[in-house]
């Protein structure tokens, strides 16, 4: 082997390590969900005991469809009202430049502020509104999140889409609205969907704000039902991962679907600044 | 980009947006609103009508009746009022709670205004407080650095596009896209002493168990901050929590990285090569240089999304004071003892000293770059 073809025989087998790294512990509760107790506390890597009782237990007792519900009621209203706004303020931003640097800033600098800052404000004017354990008052917390996200992301779509695309249409004696919706639309619908995805699991994944606001046992979202397997210093294991698969689940297969616009998303702001 | 806008500007105003266009976007979000109201509340009195009417009004109604001029800002009106009421409002309130003593009776009007009373009993007297403020600082500093350095490395390596990359770059995505709590929750099963997956493999060959989740001080570093091995955060668990931020969070450094290694001319490379450049002054020289505006940013998002840290503290060890950072000690001292008033003043110190720090490592390497 030559040096080059030895170095690069290297360089795979070391990326390859780092790879099954990086999955490993997601496929480690996979893989144990599916196995009894005991033998998942004696960590014995010889034999596998096939048992659904986790996931029995799981749903049956643990009113894990319920907390699925309000998981998904909760992403999808948030989505649904995100993308909506968000695309239309993107629209006029891009087109227009409507609000010029100054609503860019603030919506970098709303980026930037941790949860933990909306939290006090977000309990006790809910608390006053009687919007604690609500759906409701969860979509609203989570609008404040993704929608500065997702406009930056919309724009930078849109920003690709060369706006003469738009004005040939118009000289072609289109009006504005089927220049939208035959020319933009098909182009920039890709950026939307990715925008969509990555704000649904962004809301799925969310846990301090749910915790907060919604951890009655009616309005609980997933996350805050995994957290609460952990009781003082015991977890009860099998039960643990047969619901964080079920938690990981949707948000992987969302995420392997559109991966490669994952990247270009999560990228783009980095690289174009 | 002038002409762009202005060109654009014109065919706007030379259109009219057609009414049809405009009716079925209304009724589509009036559709929306309804399904998503109607879903909430399933059927009852006055909020749900007041949401349904509200949410529509707020979505359709500008859109549909502003007049062609004023449509671009009908445009952004949804959007603005999330901003402002949600995001912008917010943040002024904690301003103002901040400044006074509001306790469990907040609620039902019981506060006075104190000053800046909260801030300096913070810093000066709490120790709760400041050891959470130097934990933090340590937790971001140390696990930045490192994913940093390792996230360079790595994209270097599958920048080599090799067969592999592809298939790395997908599993990169897990980590990072997974449910914090969740991944957080594995790890610690993976920590647990005895059951611990870790600790078996340790045992198997004939190591002695690492106490990952004990406040134990770390043997060295810990030793020789001695009793204030808590406060900097050198004990095995918060070892622990800042192994877990590394795993999760490198593969987002190194999508990043990779991103910017993508954008340097090939030339430049072939050039430094005539010039008999080796591989590690290429480096130093062209490819350095060259992506250091993209992992600037990358660190300063790094940086930032690092003080908001929560979920890992809290899965690994729930409401221990030796292992809080501002997040979690802000949560404990508003939710679980309802002092909302200092728990406003910690969360404006962590706003200020996050965006110190994040606009600091941009500004500091832009002007570093010259860009």
Redesign the interface.
Known sequence: MSAAKRLSFAAVVISLAVAIIWVFPVVWMAGNSFRPNQEILAVDLTKFTFTMKNYQFVLRYANYSRYFFNSLVVAIGTTVLTVVSASLCAYSLTRFNTGGRLFDAAILATRAVPPAVRMIPFFLAFSLLGLTNSLYGLVLAHLSFNVPMAIWLVRGFLEKVPVTLEEAALIDGCTRLQALRHVLLPVAAPGLAVVAILTFIYTWNEFLISLVLASGNESRTLPVAASMFVSGFEINWGPFYAAGTLILAPVLILTFTIQRFIVEGLTLGAVKG | MRE??Q???I??Q?????S??VGWAAAA?IL??L???W???SGIGV?FWS?LVG?SAL?ALP?ALAPDRYR??A??L???V??FG??????V??LV?SLTDSGLG??RGKFRFIGLTNFVSLLAEDADARNAMVRTIAYVVVTVMVETVLALN?AL??H?K????N?????????M???????A??????F?FD???LN?LLTTLGIQGVPWLSGVALPILGDLAGKSSAMLGLTHGFLSAEIVDI?QWT??LI??F???LK?VPQDLYEAGEIDGGSGWQLFWHITLPQIA??MA??VA?RV?DA??T??TI??LF?NTAHYRT??VD??SR??ETGR?GE??AE??L??VI??LI?FGVLAWSRGETGT
């Open positions: 762009r806008i060109a654009g500007h065919g706007w030379a259109t009219r947006l057609s049809r266009w979000m929306a609103a399904g998503i109201t879903t909430v509340f909020r949401g949410l979505f859109i671009k800002y445009f952004i949804p959007a603005s999330i901003l949600l995001a912008f409002v917010p943040v309130f904690v709670i907040v609620l790595l390596l599958i080599r090799t067969r592999a990359s298939t790395v770059t997908t599993m990169l995505l897990v980590p896209m997974s449910t914090p709590i969740v991944i929750l594995i790890w610690r099963t993976l647990a059951d611990g997956l078996r795993w593969p987002f999508l990043i990779l991103a910017g954008t505006s993209v940013i990358g998002l930032v003080f908001k929560f979920e809290w899965a729930g501002l997040s802000i949560f508003a939710i909302f728990a406003s969360s404006v962590l706003l996050s965006m994040g």
